[in-house]
């Protein structure tokens, strides 16, 4: 019954991040799931508490976060868009192996295969999230490239859009979202030869 409030834990761990990915728009917040996301976190941790009073804490502790990353990695693909590139499906494929690995006992190699695969998976992670943000909007808010010195601006970009620019010139230009000002990149043109 222990293993049964464990993988229920886990499940109930996705729903937290869903509900925080949901419970705020460019309208506002939005309660209910805002509320989702509190009682998810609560159902899980209550169901880990009653896990860890027969299953060893580490194995339960790398099982329910195991479930929940897992579980969170592939609705952002299938829900949120994110990127299902090989080298993250690579590194999420690690974190299970490490979590496995805890059931077939070999010292330290559960723990290094998860730093491993965390670490590849966040790196990863990173570039392709920079990758795609220049050239669609992946994100739920809608975003704006709106050149520094005015010489280009895409409008407003919802969800999804893609929007090209042509450059007469060779040369780097900066840019900004005007919807999130702290958001900035930069362009570089180069010649043809």
Request: neutral net charge; proline residues 3%; aromatic residues 12%.
């Amino acid at each position: 019954m222990a293993w049964l409030y464990l993988v229920l834990a886990g499940i109930c761990e996705i729903g937290w991040p869903v509900g925080l990915k949901l419970g705020w728009t460019d309208q506002g917040a939005r309660p209910l799931w805002i509320l989702f996301a509190v009682v998810s976190m609560s159902a899980s941790g209550a169901l880990l508490l009653w896990a860890q009073r027969f299953i060893p804490m580490g194995t339960a502790y790398a099982v329910w976060t195991g479930i929940g990353a897992v579980g969170a990695f592939t609705l952002g693909i299938l829900i949120f868009g994110d990127s299902a590139s090989t080298v993250r499906m690579v590194s999420i494929a690690l974190i299970v192996a490490g979590i496995v690995l805890i059931f077939v006992h070999i010292p330290g190699a559960a723990l290094a295969y998860s730093i491993i695969g965390l670490v590849i998976f966040a790196a990863f992670t990173m570039f392709d999230f920079q990758r795609l943000r220049r050239s669609k909007n992946m994100d739920s808010a809608p975003h704006t490239a709106t050149a520094d010195d005015g010489s280009f601006d895409t409008g407003t970009l919802e969800r999804g859009k893609l929007k090209s620019e042509t450059f007469k010139r060779a040369g780097t230009f900066a840019y900004h979202c005007e919807i999130h000002p702290q958001m900035h990149g930069s362009v570089e043109v180069v010649e043809k030869d």
